[in-house]
């Protein structure tokens, strides 16, 4: 979706349902992301934030990784979407929370892997 929005927008011809469209869409988005992340909070799991300048912060994130991997050959989509959570979770004391809490830390093994699919890359 996001490269074909990337298409339209270098397009010189506009359409009211296709712009419609996109802000739908990252109006959707947005409302995913912020609920999940006053969810967060309200459980005591995520320290408070300023919900809405994160949630754009990783609208326009995930937009640059799927960009990155249209553009970059040797692109790892999947290792660049962990190292995100792997970001927002110690931004969010996500780990810390958890921890104290005796739960599993979310995203831990996803890092893991991740970093294990980065070191076999390298050798």
Do not use: C, Q, W
């Not at 419609?20 to 967060?40: D, H, K, P, V």
């Not at 990783?58 to 979407?81: E, N």
């Amino acid at each position: 979706m996001v490269k074909i929005m990337l298409d339209y927008s270098g397009s010189r011809v506009r359409n009211r349902g296709i712009d419609l469209a996109i802000r739908e869409f990252y109006e959707l988005e947005r409302m995913i992301l912020a609920a999940n992340i006053r969810s967060g909070i309200s459980e005591g799991v995520f320290r408070p934030t300023d919900v809405e300048r994160l949630a754009a912060l990783i609208s326009v994130h995930l937009d640059g990784v799927i960009v990155a991997s249209s553009i970059r050959a040797k692109f790892d989509m999947d290792a660049a979407i962990g190292d995100i959570k792997e970001l927002l979770i110690r931004y969010l004391g996500a780990g810390e929370t958890a921890a104290r809490r005796g739960r599993p830390v979310a995203g831990k093994r996803k890092s893991k892997a991740v970093e294990r699919k980065k070191e076999t890359k390298r050798a």
